[in-house]
């Protein structure tokens, strides 16, 4: 059984950084997409940022230069996003992985996902 699990979340003034982290456990396939993604009370989820098994990333416009995402050692285990933030950008975020996405900042075509983690902004 695939499991995600996020952590990293927090509170952070305006301009600040975190640094956010998802481990997959059980998954064996060798490909694998995992995502980032965000959702805002009252908003729909949106792709913040997706990396896959050979290294490609994927950025959603909004955050493009402030959320560099990326992975240690082999696929499936960590993948840390750094999170440079503006008023805009709290949210839960979310880890989502699947083997293979055609469209990888858009969230129906991930499997698997996370719990969540909570990241808020104060001036």
């Known amino acids: 059984q695939v499991q995600l699990v996020e952590s990293g979340g927090g509170s952070v003034q305006d301009g600040g950084s975190l640094r956010l982290s998802c481990v997959a456990f059980?998954?064996?396939?060798?490909?694998?997409?995992v995502g980032w993604f965000r959702q805002a009370p009252g908003k729909e989820r949106e792709g913040v940022a997706t990396?896959?098994?050979?290294?490609?990333?994927y950025y959603a416009d909004s955050v493009t230069g402030r959320f560099p995402i990326s992975r240690d050692g082999a696929a499936n285990t960590v993948y840390r996003q750094m999170v440079n933030l503006k008023p805009e950008d709290p949210a839960m975020y979310y880890c989502a992985a699947a083997a293979y996405v055609y469209e990888p900042l858009v969230p129906t075509g991930f499997q698997y996902w996370g719990q969540g983690t909570q990241v808020t902004v104060f001036p």
């Open positions: 990396i896959n098994s050979c290294g490609d990333t």
């Open positions: 059980g998954y064996r396939a060798r490909s694998i997409y």
